[in-house]
């Protein structure tokens, strides 16, 4: 067995590199059901898989395991929040921005859900990011996953200065300095692409607290 998972070269893999692991064997999906009732390998959708816990040579990605799952998409609201600092908070959901419908996987390893937003608003303000073992995910740079929490928020009641700033430090917990590091020109972009009233006054207050560095 352990030969043909080190013809698998990486923890997430697909239906087409498991059957040209398993090209030996006559009838491949008979092995695959095996492996699977082994735990050998782990089902997260229908033609993706990771390896069981006993095969690992790394952790495997949830963020490339999200961009996978279901696209196109990238990593964005709560969970890049958290990945990038913004907030205090641990987020366990990994959560996904989308040009496609709204939609939810529940995986052996966790809950994926993505939210679906217009093309023109979709491209900007993402990266190509690492996690420093060999894999890259897309994800929203800081400022397009704030910018995709206020949007996505539609209950948010913010239509003034006072209601962003007690909305992003308050609610969010996130820090002035923090915010002052925000690229304002990339929120100004993300800004053209949308009608939000709430973005623009994320960039004023932004802007705003820039001004007063210093």
Known sequence: MNKVLAKIQKEEFDYVTLCQAL????RPRDKIRSMLRKEEIVRIKKGLYIMGESYRKRPFSCELLANLIYGPSYISLEYALSHH?????????????TCGSNRSFS??????????????YYAVGVDLNSNGADVSFLIATPEKALADKLIRDRG???????????YLHDDLRIGEETLQNLDTKIIEEIAGRTNSRKVRLLLDYVLSIKGGMG
């Open 107 to 120: 995986t052996p390893i966790g809950l994926f859900t993505y939210w679906s937003v217009q093309k023109e």
């Open 85 to 97: 600092g913004l907030i205090p908070e641990r987020v366990e959901t990994i959560t996904s921005t």
């Open 23 to 26: 090209a030996d064997y006559a």
């Open 156 to 166: 948010l009641n913010i239509s003034n200065r006072k209601d962003m700033t007690t």
